[in-house]
Every structure is written in structure tokens, then in C-alpha cells.
Nanobody, 128 residues
Framework: QVQLVESGGGLVQAGGSLRLSCAAS????????MGWFRQAPGKERETVAA????????YYIDSVKDRFTISRDNVKATMYLQMNSLKPEDTAVYYC?????????????????????WGQGTQVTVSS
């Protein structure tokens, strides 16, 4: 089992940057495929980005591909989301999620239902 804690959210102006962090505790971090999700007011939760246990494979939703970067540090047991050129439509609560895949360190999980563990979320607000 793993516990996840997000941090790094806040209020920024359009065009600004934020880096979100997701710190994990529990089993060996490299066993977990990880993902970032967000939920805006009145909207369904959506996948933003995902990363394999090894960190060598990633996925991004089209709207953030040129602006966001997902990464992980398996020594520090932390996943990151670097968000640049932020837009008001990026405003949402951002969640990290994990799935224990054991030795399947190459697998990227794109679907919300595939994840077992979730953080509490961190608010990102982008003003125009």
C-alpha cells in the first residue's frame, strides 16, 4: 500500500508556471505506474499525464502536450508535474494516483479506473 500527498498548487497569472509534487510512502516507488488528473468546476475528472514506473514512458492529454512535463525521481519517491504557460482553463484540483504494477515498469496507464491509490488533491488557479 502507498500513501500520496500532493503539493505545489497555488494562484498564478496566465502565462506563469507551477511545479506540482506528489510524495509517496509505502512500498518501493518504482513498482508504481503514476498519473496526474484534474477536475475543474462543473467538469468530469480527466487524465492530464501519466508515467511508467521506470519513468521512460509518458502520456499527455493533447491540450497540455506542449506545456506540461511529467517526471519522477524514484530515489526520492516523488512524482512531478511541471506546468508552463498556464491558461485559465487549467484551473482545477489536481490529483496524483498510483497503481502497483510490480515488474511491469514499462507500462503507462491512461485510464482513471486503472488506478488504486489517490492523493487528496491540490488546487491550481490561473487568473487572466
Amino acid at each position: 500500500q502507498v500513501q500520496l500527498v500532493e503539493s505545489g498548487g497555488g494562484l498564478v497569472q496566465a502565462g506563469g508556471s507551477l511545479r506540482l509534487s506528489c510524495a509517496a510512502s509505502g512500498r518501493t516507488f518504482s513498482r508504481y505506474a503514476m498519473g496526474w488528473f484534474r477536475q475543474a468546476p462543473g467538469k468530469e475528472r480527466e487524465t492530464v499525464a501519466a508515467i511508467s514506473g521506470s519513468g521512460r514512458s509518458t502520456y499527455y492529454i493533447d491540450s497540455v502536450k506542449d506545456r506540461f512535463t511529467i517526471s519522477r525521481d524514484n530515489v526520492k519517491a516523488t512524482m512531478y508535474l511541471q506546468m508552463n504557460s498556464l491558461k485559465p482553463e487549467d484551473t482545477a484540483v489536481y490529483y496524483c494516483a498510483a497503481k502497483d504494477l510490480g515488474n511491469r515498469s514499462w507500462s503507462v496507464l491512461r485510464v482513471e479506473n486503472q488506478y488504486d491509490y489517490w492523493g487528496q488533491g491540490t488546487q491550481v488557479t490561473v487568473s487572466s
